[in-house]
């Protein structure tokens, strides 16, 4: 069984965009009964006022703001003028989503821990604590996708979590 495409937007200024599969398969529930629903999926580079990654139409419901390193968050956390111009990006983020998604290509432990220096980043990881309790954003952690394959499957992953939200919203119907 199918259902209409859905695009998912990727913001032009992504250096590094994740790759999205052709189709995902989601599943509906219907009195008891459960029907796989194959959906397929488009990408469009463009330019986003918010976030990196968005479902075409649904922007305001589900936007993914990605960080790819502790290297990058240390400078929109700690660089001053991209420090200002991060958080007016986060606020527009949590004033127009209903479910903000900062994705973080890397994990707790490198955020506390430098590898190279075996230096303590507490003061970056109570900067960056602070800021998603102030924009409640959620949070997803996850090693850097170093393979298209790995890229791909993060992609996916995504897909599902933007598609699940529209339609428990019920903007899309599977």
Same mark, same amino acid.
């Given at each position: 069984?199918?259902?209409?495409?859905?695009?998912?937007?990727?913001?032009?200024?992504?250096?590094?965009?994740?790759?999205?599969?052709?189709?995902?398969?989601?599943?509906?529930?219907?009195?008891?009964?459960?029907?796989?629903?194959?959906?397929?999926?488009?990408?469009?580079?463009?330019?986003?006022?918010?976030?990196?990654?968005?479902?075409?139409?649904?922007?305001?419901?589900?936007?993914?703001?990605?960080?790819?390193?502790?290297?990058?968050?240390?400078?929109?956390?700690?660089?001053?003028?991209?420090?200002?111009?991060?958080?007016?990006?986060?606020?527009?983020?949590?004033?127009?989503?209903?479910?903000?998604?900062?994705? +973080?290509?890397?994990?707790?432990?490198?955020?506390?821990?430098?590898?190279?220096?075996?230096?303590?980043?507490?003061?970056?990881?109570?900067?960056?604590?602070?800021?998603?309790?102030?924009?409640?954003?959620?949070?997803?952690?996850?090693?850097?996708?170093?393979?298209?394959?790995?890229?791909?499957? +993060?992609?996916?992953? +995504?897909?599902?979590?933007?598609?699940?939200?529209?339609?428990?919203?019920?903007?899309?119907? +599977?």
């Amino acid at each position: 069984m199918g259902s209409n495409p859905i695009t998912v937007l990727i913001d032009t200024r992504e250096k590094y965009p994740l790759f999205f599969p052709t189709h995902i398969i989601c599943e509906k529930l219907k009195g008891g009964k459960v029907t796989k629903v194959l959906l397929p999926v488009k990408t469009k580079k463009q330019k986003l006022d918010y976030g990196d990654y968005a479902l075409e139409g649904l922007e305001n419901c589900c936007v993914i703001e990605r960080k790819g390193s502790v290297r990058e968050i240390d400078k929109n956390l700690y660089d001053y003028k991209d420090a200002i111009r991060t958080g007016k990006a986060f606020k527009r983020l949590a004033d127009n989503c209903n479910f903000p998604y900062l994705l +973080l290509e890397f994990t707790p432990s490198t955020l506390i821990r430098s590898a190279d220096k075996q230096e303590c980043h507490d003061g970056l990881a109570h900067r960056l604590s602070t800021v998603i309790a102030r924009f409640n954003l959620r949070t997803l952690w996850v090693s850097k996708p170093t393979t298209p394959n790995s890229r791909r499957y +993060l992609g996916a992953a +995504l897909l599902h979590i933007m598609v699940a939200h529209a339609t428990e919203k019920n903007l899309i119907t +599977l």
